[in-house]
């Protein structure tokens, strides 16, 4: 009996690709003749199949140097510095189309870094509090530097019901 190849569109290939791997073997066998066609005439195809045999190949990587010290820092080491040159990358390209963030933000934000580094927020939570205590205590207890004058006493005691100040 001669088997069929049915049709496969770009959404169907990248979900079994995202779950088979990049190795056509891997996949289910009704689907594998489509997925090849697919992939043979489609550029899309072929960057997915690209990026998930890079990702096989980590992933093989990784599970083949777990039980090696040395070797899993270095690969933690990569890892950080690829994050790193894509989050830079993504800035350049967000600078590049125009979404520049002022001076004064990258300063704050620069310095909010710095701070992060050296403080422990707990204490400081607690300090901004007891500020805030404080100040809410001066302000109760200092003598108003101002004083209502019979008119205005008596036009908020009529707006207010009655109730008084």
């Known amino acids: 009996m001669e088997s069929q190849v049915f049709m496969m569109d770009i959404q169907r290939f990248t979900s ?15 689907d594998r003749a489509a997925a090849q066609a697919l992939y043979a005439t489609s550029i899309k195809a072929q960057e997915v199949i690209a990026s998930e045999l890079s990702l096989d190949r980590d992933i093989a990587s990784v599970l ?23 989050i830079r990358q993504m800035e350049l390209q967000q600078n590049a189309s125009g979404n520049r963030r002022t001076r004064l933000w990258r300063r704050l934000n620069a310095t909010y870094g710095r701070i992060a580094e050296r403080f422990d927020w707990r204490f400081a939570t607690a300090g901004l509090c007891m ?8 302000l109760g207890f200092d003598t108003p530097d101002h004083l209502l004058d019979p008119t205005t006493a008596t036009l908020l005691t009529v707006a207010l019901n009655g109730g008084g100040l």
């Open 131 to 138: 500020l805030s205590g404080a100040g809410g205590i001066w």
């Open 64 to 86: 083949k140097i777990r039980d090696d010290e040395a070797a899993l820092t270095g690969a933690a080491e990569r890892l950080t510095h690829s994050v790193m040159t894509t």
């Open 16 to 30: 079994l690709a995202e779950a088979y791997g990049g190795d056509f073997e891997r996949w289910p066998e009704r």
